[in-house]
């Protein structure tokens, strides 16, 4: 509820990305149309939902999430297909491009330190 900001990470299906939730763990946008900001709370909600179609960020005046980027080769109307809502879509969505070889190359080896660095075991002291 108080982080500056939120970022959240999923694969996008009908099931994850429903209309109306059954329970929330966080705030969010609440009821939308600026009910967050009517609150206490001082953080400024999720800011982007990054699925494996694409990105959404809150509609500036309802807080719905919107389409706002598709990776590239991704349609609208997959991305539609992916949720249990009629999404809306930005009036402009950016097309994110493919990330380079050096990219892939750095996140992979990151991946591998940090999968390594799980395997050594935990010494506590004496």
């Known amino acids: 509820a108080h982080a500056?900001?939120?970022f959240v990470m999923l694969k996008a299906t009908p099931r994850s990305l429903v209309a109306q939730l059954d329970?929330?763990?966080s705030g969010g946008f609440l009821e939308g149309n600026g009910a967050r900001a009517r609150t206490s709370m001082?953080?400024?909600?999720?800011q982007s939902v990054i699925t494996d179609f694409?990105?959404?960020q809150p509609h500036p005046a309802s807080d719905e999430l919107q389409l706002a980027a598709l990776f590239d080769g991704t349609t609208v109307d997959q991305a539609r297909a992916a949720t249990g809502w009629p999404l809306k879509v930005a009036a402009t969505v950016?097309?994110?491009a493919p990330p380079t070889k050096v990219e892939l190359e750095t996140l992979r080896a990151l991946h591998a330190r940090t999968r390594e660095a799980h395997r050594r075991p935990v010494r506590l002291p004496a």
Do not use: H
Request: net charge positive.
């Open 4 to 6: 500056r900001q939120t």
């Open 23 to 25: 329970f929330r763990t």
């Open 42 to 46: 001082r953080g400024t909600g999720p």
């Open 54 to 56: 694409g990105v959404l």
């Open 94 to 96: 950016e097309t994110i």
